[in-house]
């Protein structure tokens, strides 16, 4: 079922998936506005758009309400709210990180799409809303939600902001709680602190915790085609979805594929030790995803598949903007 050309608005369109998203959306037709504070996300990764007439860049950080409303068009069909705080363990220094920029920043959102009555949200959350579970497999109604991070608790927040307003103010929402995403453009995560530790020492790799993380990553295609079908087929007013793929990869594995694309030899490696990288980390994390393949999705990468192609084409980036 392909949608009419449709007007949205996609916070931390500058970002990682962003940014893809972005790409995506045009690619089919549609108009995308993009809000930023480009904290994290950088105008290289959306500049090639900067002509394109069905696209608009608006640097804005989601903390000034303000902003938000004068900027809001009453005509966007649905936001795609991806800004946040994206990296777990800058949480655990600075605690206010994520607090604002995940849960002030989607409240400030959400009331200005309240006032500008622009009624539908997809969000990306992320399955650190689930804590540390083990290797019990989680599905979406799995509960209690004890998240272990601010990330976990400030997305877990989020989500129960969003709730809120669907029930209160008749909003429609799509909630996402993704595995690991990989691909070009990555703004931080193992693959490119990898890559950038070995860029600096070619002899030398510090890996954050025992190695044995265990997680499931999927390939950036794969997330949006997953994103694009779950907002077109979600009819319900919350619409929750896990994505992952059913295959895991160890972060020794992940840092062995580094080595070997690089061309690398006699690497000492470094743990620091523990079960998880960093406190916060969550080690194991198994998604159950019967319910985004009822939908008829199926990513064509599996976790290696997918980490492999990204520390390619993240190595081609690196020669092409090194030449
Ligand atoms: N990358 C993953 O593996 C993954 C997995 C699960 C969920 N997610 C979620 O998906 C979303 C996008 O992740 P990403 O990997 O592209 O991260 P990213 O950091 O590349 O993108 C987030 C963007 O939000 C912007 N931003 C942050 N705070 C802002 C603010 N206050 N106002 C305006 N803009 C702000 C940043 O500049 C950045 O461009 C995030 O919500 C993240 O938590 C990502």
């Known amino acids: 079922m392909e949608k009419a050309a449709m007007k949205f608005l996609i916070t931390g369109g ?8 972005t790409d995506f959306l045009l690619s089919c037709g549609h108009q995308v506005t993009v809000f930023d504070n480009l904290s994290w996300g950088k105008k290289e990764f959306i500049f090639h758009n900067l002509n394109n007439p069905r696209f608009k860049f608006v640097q804005l950080d989601l903390l000034a309400y303000k902003k938000i409303l004068e900027n809001l068009d009453s005509s966007t069909d649905t936001v795609f709210h991806l800004s946040a705080n ?11 990180i994520d607090f604002d920029n995940t849960l002030v920043a989607t409240f400030n959102l959400l009331k200005a799409m309240k006032e500008k009555k622009v009624k539908k949200i997809f969000f990306t959350s992320g399955s650190g809303v689930y804590g540390n579970i083990g290797t019990k497999f989680a599905k979406e109604n799995y509960g209690p939600l004890l998240p272990v991070s601010l990330y976990g608790a400030t997305k877990l927040s989020a989500e129960a902001l969003i709730a809120s307003f669907v029930n209160l103010y008749d909003f429609q929402a799509w909630i996402v709680r993704p595995a690991n995403i990989v691909g070009t453009r ?76 690089m061309g690398l030899k006699k690497v000492k490696i470094i743990k620091t030790g523990g079960k998880g990288g960093w406190k916060g980390d969550v080690p194991i994390i198994k998604l159950d995803n019967t319910q985004i393949k009822r939908l008829g999705w199926k990513p064509k990468f599996n976790s290696d598949q997918a980490v492999r192609k990204t520390i390619k084409l993240l190595l081609i980036d690196a020669e092409t903007s090194s030449a």
């Open 186 to 261: 990555a703004t931080h995560g193992v693959i490119l602190d990898f890559i950038r530790q070995l860029q600096k020492h070619s002899t030398r790799l510090r890996i954050l915790g025992d190695g044995k993380q265990y997680k499931s990553y999927l390939f950036i295609d794969d997330v949006l085609e997953a994103f694009y079908l779950i907002w077109q087929k979600g009819r319900e007013k919350i619409n929750l979805y896990n994505l992952s793929s059913e295959s895991f990869i160890e972060v020794d594995t992940i840092a062995k594929i580094v080595i070997s694309e």
């Open 86 to 96: 994206s990296d777990i363990m800058r949480g655990m220094d600075d605690p206010d």
């Open 14 to 21: 500058a970002g990682f998936i962003g940014s893809h998203l």
